[in-house]
């Protein structure tokens, strides 16, 4: 893996503004994306996941507050850009696939003609992608079939998959079933070359025959154009299939972060342990499926420290605490680790039995935890002043 990453998130914090008062929808949120991975973001609804893939590239309402100690892409931090700027930004180096394709391309327009407008705006073309050019070829003559823009497009949609492309392509949108709808935003997220692509749980309103075609499409496309994509999602069978990496998210906050590998084999939050106990499998002799009990918190009025806490079964007094990661990796000498959980129960001075509960916190636990506070936050300052245009 690439040393130096693509994506670097460090204290991520959005708000919302509401008549009943603040919203922390995403609160101190930390990971990078290396180049040519696929990097997922799980946790069920309401946990903050498509909130902070909107607040990298500045789409939320103005009723947002957007802060972060650094948002790094690059090297260069987004969060400084100019909505100008950050217009170049997105479709050209990161693109979004949003959950459905159906809000995402105009009814109005051919599928080619979207995704060659795409193309005109964020890649090397000749054609112009200036404002009146552009209302000429929607309203007048549209894009002509021998451009580069159009022969771009129609390369993209066979790409993806999308049978006789030539024919696809003068076809408009209410023509395609919805998987071939999110070929075409793929293809639509494709045209500007970008080096990251954002998808947005991607394959929610599809049956489960397509939904493994469109990840394998993305998996494919991630090997053989070398792209990064950061996948939201709700399903952990999505994440074990296609994931190298994978942030597990609740209510705003980080629980665990390791390589797919690590997270399936041995997972160290309670919490990750609770999705992963409620997956059926083919070996199961369950007669029921574990269960989460309860919901998750009012993110105007979380709980002090873990926002798990009030549905742990095995919450204990330093869960007031504020979060830090831990070390989880079972190579300690790892250097940095590739597997934290952000669990107060992985603090060296907090002894546990065989059941993972805390039976005795010894002198130094809260010392250790005020220590990674220091820690995350000197590090991030030499970051910062090691970065480029901080």
């Not at 980080?254 to 997972?267: R, V």
């Amino acid at each position: 893996m690439n040393d130096e990453p693509l994506l670097e998130v460090r204290n991520l914090r959005t708000s919302f503004k509401t008549e009943r008062g603040t919203v922390d929808a995403v609160d101190g949120v930390s990971f990078e994306i290396y180049p040519g991975e696929v990097f997922g973001v799980v946790g069920e609804s309401g946990s903050g996941k498509s909130v902070t893939a909107l607040s990298l590239l500045q789409l939320l309402d103005s009723n947002s507050t957007v802060e972060a100690d650094a948002v790094r892409f690059k090297g260069e931090n987004l969060l400084a850009k100019s909505d100008a700027e950050m217009q170049d930004v997105r479709g050209g180096e990161i693109s979004m696939i949003f959950q459905d394709p159906s809000t995402s391309l105009n009814p109005v327009m051919t599928i080619g003609e979207q995704i060659a407008e795409v193309y005109r705006q964020h890649a090397s073309s000749a054609e112009s992608g200036g404002f009146w050019p552009e209302m000429k070829r929607k309203y007048v003559t549209g894009t002509s079939k021998k451009s580069e823009s159009w022969q771009r497009a129609i390369e993209l949609l066979d790409i993806v998959g999308i049978p006789d492309p030539e024919a696809r392509a003068t076809e408009y949108p209410h023509q395609l079933s919805g998987g071939m709808r999110q070929r075409v935003v793929i293809a639509q997220a494709l045209a500007g070359d970008p080096e990251l692509i954002i998808a947005d749980e991607p394959t929610t309103a599809l049956d489960v025959s397509i939904e493994a075609q469109i990840l394998n499409e993305l998996v494919d496309l991630k090997n053989d154009y070398d792209v990064s994509v950061m996948l939201i999602t709700h399903d952990m069978g999505v994440v074990r299939e296609t994931c190298n990496r994978v942030a597990v998210m609740y209510a705003g906050e980080l629980m665990e972060q390791a390589t797919d590998d690590d997270l399936f084999a041995e997972p160290h939050h309670p919490y990750t342990q609770g999705l992963l106990g409620s997956i059926p499998r083919i070996t199961d002799d369950r007669e029921w499926l574990d269960v989460i009990e309860g919901t998750v918190p009012d993110l105007i009025d979380k709980p002090a420290g873990c926002p798990f806490r009030d549905r742990c079964d095995r919450a204990f007094e330093m869960c007031d605490q504020p979060l830090v990661a831990y070390d989880a990796s079972s190579d300690s000498n790892s250097e940095p680790s590739e597997h934290t959980a952000y669990c107060h129960l992985h603090n060296d001075h907090v002894e546990t039995n065989a059941d993972g509960h805390a039976v005795d916190i010894t002198e130094g636990a809260h010392a250790e935890v005020e220590s990674k506070r220091v820690d995350a936050k000197s590090d991030e300052m030499v970051r910062a002043d090691g970065g480029d245009n901080q």
